[in-house]
């Protein structure tokens, strides 16, 4: 038997995430999805860009979401998983550039 903490049954709760406050939930909903529609960027471009943010902040549900709009949309495997990199290779570059926390200790202690 396969369980997991993260169920993809659970992502078609999403919509009840304001039950308990519902004017913050209204509020979210209005902002997500002006944020998430055609804008100066395309749905298509927006919906990489919410990819990519999803593997970079381990999000399954977005994942799931998000790997399904694409398809939707007609975005290929190829573009997804380019997205994908593009998202690791920027987490990569962010804790790569805190290390300059480290080295400037490193270089203090050493004088």
Request: net charge negative.
């Given at each position: 038997?396969?369980?997991?903490?993260?169920?993809?049954?659970?992502?078609?709760?999403?919509?009840?995430?304001?039950?308990?406050?519902?004017?913050?939930?209204?509020?979210?909903?209005?902002?997500?999805?002006?944020?998430?529609?055609?804008?100066?960027?395309?749905?298509?471009?927006?919906?990489?860009?919410?990819?990519?943010?999803?593997?970079?902040?381990?999000?399954?549900?977005?994942?799931?979401?998000y790997?399904?709009?694409?398809?939707?949309?007609?975005?290929s495997?190829?573009?997804?998983?380019?997205?994908?990199?593009?998202?690791?290779?920027?987490?990569?570059?962010?804790?790569?550039?805190?290390?300059?926390?480290?080295?400037?200790?490193?270089?203090?202690?050493?004088?």
């Amino acid at each position: 038997m396969s369980n997991t903490y993260y169920e993809s049954k659970d992502l078609k709760d999403f919509p009840q995430i304001g039950e308990f406050a519902t004017k913050e939930g209204e509020k979210f909903f209005e902002y997500y999805g002006q944020a998430t529609s055609a804008g100066a960027l395309s749905e298509r471009e927006k919906s990489l860009i919410a990819l990519a943010v999803s593997h970079t902040e381990n999000c399954p549900y977005c994942i799931d979401a998000y790997t399904n709009k694409c398809l939707s949309l007609g975005i290929s495997n190829d573009e997804m998983m380019e997205a994908v990199h593009v998202g690791a290779s920027m987490k990569a570059g962010v804790v790569l550039a805190h290390a300059t926390q480290m080295r400037k200790i490193i270089k203090k202690k050493e004088m």
